[in-house]
């Protein structure tokens, strides 16, 4: 059997906060028949300057613990799971949008199918009073989660969840403001945590509610966009470089079409399009490669195996970076002989307008072959670095790993 601890982080929610906890109370018995022995109710009242504190203490069955200054959502949640004692975790919001009469099936969920974090899901099909404007939001952040992490998730900033104490570790540092569910999601799925989506109903809240949509909406997009960062960089960096040299590829494939044509001067938009497509080049495959190289840093630091692909596996039978040096090298010998050959056509008498697409171009290759060729280089020293270890227990062990 389990024990359960619910926290319940309060900030001025005099009007609901009585209900709520009456709410969380009741579930007591279905949590038994789920396989929950005992639950303890934890409020931690974060700074109020209502009688949230002074309802709460004339509660029976539950522990109140106050914050003497306003530390944020985060904050209040993890001061209560520092003082909780069930090996289950659970939370939810005081203003009663979310039902505490979901809490068993969440439990049901952790403990049948061993998840890690179990979420109650407001986009899974159960009736919700969701506002557009979050409904929105919540799509965009929950599908921008499932992008970067190859991993689908539903609802990323539900504020209603069971989870395993003993994954903490691996889910912390969190904030300590709203955006302490986005960021948990976001880790969840790049550490392979066991996750479920339970769908649960929702409800319009009690009171004014807190949450700002350009203010909290961008910190929930840093704080997505940073966590994963620190995981997978390629992933991001990756996608921005690809789209940029795809774009760069479409602009070049147009001017060549057009000088087989026989068009050798460029009005304004041709021009531009050429400055656009060297710029788009060369800043593509740099970005691509930091994206890259992040990784072995990343691999460093987690002390993992690093990640490969932009679809979270292998886009190719050996893993892009690894094609740099050759790709680079080929770059680097095109780029220079068709700058030779534009050489000697000129000292031979071909006018400059007849060649100067071509000489651009060649210094181009140069620049992007230069950047792979190095790319390469950094890569293959993180490589060996990221190896040292296991190198080192063969050797130790008489089976030298090759």
């Known amino acids: 059997m389990h024990a359960l601890s619910v926290v319940i982080p309060a900030y001025n929610e005099e009007n609901g906060i009585a209900d709520i906890v009456e709410r ?20 931690v009242d974060d700074g109020s300057r209502d009688r949230t504190a002074e309802i ?33 975790l659970a939370f939810l919001d005081a203003d009663g949008t979310y039902p505490p009469e979901f809490f068993p099936k969440l439990c049901q969920a952790a403990i049948e199918q061993e998840a890690d974090l179990v979420i109650g899901s407001r986009m899974a099909g159960e009736d919700s009073e ?70 649960i ?11 700002s949509v350009v203010r909290d909406g961008t910190r929930f997009l840093n704080s997505i966009i940073w966590t994963a960062m620190n995981y997978n960089p390629v992933r991001i960096l990756g996608g921005i470089g690809t789209a940029a040299v795809a774009l760069a590829a479409v602009i070049a494939a147009i001017l060549v079409v057009m000088r087989l044509q026989g068009i050798t001067t460029l009005g304004p938009w041709g021009v531009f399009g050429l400055f656009t497509a060297g710029g788009a080049l060369v800043a593509g495959v740099s970005i691509f490669s930091l994206g890259a190289t ?94 040292r270890e296991t190198l080192v227990e063969g050797d130790m062990n008489g089976h030298p790993i090759k």
Not at 154 to 182: A, I, W
Not at 201 to 211: H, N, Q
Request: aromatic share 8%; hydrophobic share 45%; with cysteine.
């Open 24 to 43: 969380v109370l009741s579930v007591k018995e279905p949590l038994a028949k789920a396989g929950v022995s005992d639950m303890e109710l934890i409020v």
């Open 56 to 88: 709460v203490e004339g509660c029976p069955d539950v522990r109140l613990i106050r914050h003497a200054t306003n530390k944020g959502y985060g904050a209040a949640l993890k001061t209560g799971f520092s003082s909780a004692k069930g090996d289950l």
């Open 130 to 199: 969701m506002p557009v404007t979050r409904r929105i939001g919540n799509f965009f952040f929950a599908n921008l989660i499932s992008l970067i992490s190859n991993h689908r998730i539903s609802d990323s900033s539900s504020g209603m969840r069971v989870l395993r104490r003993d994954v903490l570790p691996t889910l912390y540092p969190l904030p300590d403001g709203l955006n302490f569910t986005p960021v948990m999601s976001t880790r969840a799925l790049h550490e392979g945590i066991k996750m479920v989506e339970v769908p």
């Open 201 to 211: 109903t929702y409800s319009e809240r009690v009171g004014r509610s807190k949450l």
């Open 294 to 387: 992040f990784n072995y840093l990343v691999s460093l630091f987690h002390k993992r195996p690093i990640r490969q692909g932009l679809l979270g596996r292998p886009v190719f039978r050996t893993p892009l970076e690894k094609h740099f040096g050759w790709m680079g090298s080929l770059a680097l010998v095109g780029g220079s002989s068709l700058s030779v050959v534009a050489l000697v056509l000129s000292l031979t008498g071909w006018e400059l307008s007849r060649l100067w697409f071509w000489m651009a171009s060649s210094v181009m290759a140069m620049l992007v072959g230069l950047q792979l060729v190095i790319s390469w280089f950094i890569m293959q020293v993180l490589n060996e670095l990221s190896q």
